[in-house]
Each structure stands twice: as structure tokens, then as C-alpha cells.
């Protein structure tokens, strides 16, 4: 089982660039490389931090490449020699150590939307994540289902009809997650019944949101079920209670217990979600002495 975190490293820290839309539009795409080649050199520093702390789970920021999917963007990224030097560097890490990396595309990647135009670049940005998890030899791309417009099982439905409209790599990637306020748990395994997608388990929106007689049990059996590989889960522990959907700096022991009580025994590597990053992935190895 691996433990991961998010993005940013505090302990470090790690420094992250990014660019205004403006800025590339006066200094042209240049600029765009500058921030990525420095961006990428930072993930590799980030990983070598996390070597030397035994964490082997790290999800990438979605804004290594600063608009990689807008229609600005005319240098190819993936045949620059710099930036492929530098994918290759993480690439190595990643297979020297076992280490599993993944990519969250933003909120607003929504394949499920009644607008067209929403879709397109919804799918531009998900073939913007597929191609540098490609180069990095990462294995995960979460995605929310979406809005529900007024009628979930309608846009359900435009979802799967998305779905099975994508390519096949971006199919291999995706792992659809249930969210805090519309698509349950239970939802999201409709959704993947109907396309065979992998579905990653958050459990802290799962508290948040579920149908009243649901059985977490069962519902954990059927995720790994989607799964060819170990499962990807995420965990978080809430602000002020267990159903406040903002997260905490940590997360608690008595959340993490839960959700292995659900693994019983199971392997899965776990996401944490929490404000503190790598720092709550130590503070949780100390205390359960992991």
C-alpha cells in the first residue's frame, strides 16, 4: 500500500510556476517553455524529496504545461527535446523506485455538459493529461462525473455517451471519482457498469454523500471489482466534522481506520487529500506507526 499526496511539497517547498494568458500573448510561447521546463525539473525534485521520505505516491499538478489544451498553444510540447528530457528523468524515478503518479484534471473538465463547446475542451484537456502521463509513465486520471443540469440520469447519460466517444488512451487512463454533492458512489458504478470505466473511491465524499440504506461494504467490493490493477482511493478528513466537505489540515486516524476496515486486508494505495500535503502523509505514518 502506498500513501500519497497532492501537487505542492511544503516541506521543501516546492516553487511551481504559472503565467497569465496576457503574458504568453506579449512574450509569446517562449515563455510557455520557460515555466515548463522549470515546472518539470520541479516534479523531479519533488520526487527525489519523496524517495528519500519512502512516500512513492504523488499526483502531478494539471499546470505543469501552462495551457497545454488552449487553442494558443501551437509549440508541440511532446516532441520538445527539453521537455522530453525531462519526462524521461521522472519516468526514470518513477520505475527505479516503483512509484505511482496521477494527474486530476480541474473542475471544470466536464464531458457530460449540455454545451458542445464545454465537451471539446473538456476533451483537449483530458488528451493534454494523457500525453504527459504517457511520458512520465503515469497511471491515473481522475475525473468527476459532472453537473447533474436538472436531470442527473439525462446527464448520466450524455456522460456515457462521452465516454464512449473518448480514445482508447484516454479511456486506459481514466478512473471516475463519486464527488461530495451530486454522484454518489452507487452513481458512479452505474456509470461504470455502462462503459467498463475504473472507478476511484473517495470516502470522505462518500459520508458526504450517499442514499440513505447504501452499504459501504458492498460498495468498496465493487469498486475493486472495476479495478485490473491495485485500486486508486482517496481519503480526507473534514474541517470542523466528518461531513464538512472542506478538508482538513491532517488526516485523523480514527478516518484512516475506517477506510481500512472497509479494505479489510485489501491493498490499495490512498490519495490524501488534506491541506497539510506530504506533511500529512508523516504525520499519519507516526501515528499508527506505519
Known amino acids: 500500500m502506498k500513501l500519497g499526496y497532492a501537487c505542492i511539497n511544503m516541506s521543501m517547498p516546492s516553487k511551481f510556476k504559472s503565467c497569465r494568458l496576457k503574458t504568453v500573448e506579449e512574450q509569446g510561447l517562449g515563455k510557455v517553455k520557460e515555466i515548463a521546463v522549470h515546472n518539470l525539473a520541479e516534479v523531479v525534485r519533488v520526487l527525489e524529496w519523496n524517495i528519500a521520505h519512502d512516500i512513492y ?30 519526462t524521461a528523468e521522472i519516468s526514470r524515478l518513477r520505475e527505479l523506485h516503483d512509484m505511482r503518479l496521477s494527474m486530476h484534471p480541474g473542475q471544470y473538465t466536464i ?28 497511471t491515473d486520471m481522475i475525473l ?67 442514499e440513505a440504506d447504501v452499504d459501504v461494504t458492498q460498495i468498496v467490493t465493487d469498486v475493486f471489482k472495476t479495478w485490473k490493477t491495485t485500486p486508486k482511493m482517496h481519503i480526507s478528513s473534514g474541517k470542523t466534522g466528518p461531513t464538512d466537505r472542506s478538508h482538513h489540515d491532517l488526516i485523523h486516524e480514527t478516518d484512516f481506520q475506517y477506510l481500512m476496515g472497509l479494505l479489510a486486508g485489501r491493498d490499495a494505495d490512498i490519495m490524501f487529500e488534506a491541506k497539510q500535503k506530504e506533511r500529512s502523509v508523516l504525520t499519519l505514518r507516526e501515528t499508527v506507526k506505519w
Open 111 to 138: 464531458i457530460n455538459s449540455p454545451r458542445e463547446d464545454v465537451v471539446e475542451k473538456a476533451i483537449a484537456e483530458l488528451t493534454y493529461h494523457q500525453q504527459l502521463l504517457d511520458l512520465v509513465g503515469g
Open 144 to 210: 468527476h462525473i459532472g453537473g447533474a443540469y436538472g436531470d442527473k440520469k439525462s446527464a448520466s447519460e450524455r456522460f456515457i455517451q462521452a465516454y464512449n466517444g473518448l480514445s482508447e488512451d484516454i479511456q486506459r487512463l481514466l478512473r471516475l471519482e463519486n464527488d461530495d454533492k451530486t454522484y454518489t458512489a452507487m452513481d458512479v458504478l452505474g456509470i461504470s457498469k455502462a462503459t467498463g470505466a475504473t472507478v476511484c473511491f473517495d470516502i470522505h465524499h462518500h459520508i458526504c454523500n450517499h
Open 57 to 86: 505516491f504523488f499526483r502531478m499538478s494539471s499546470d505543469l504545461i501552462p495551457f497545454a489544451s488552449h487553442p494558443i498553444m501551437t509549440w508541440e510540447w511532446q516532441r520538445d527535446a527539453d521537455i522530453l528530457a525531462l
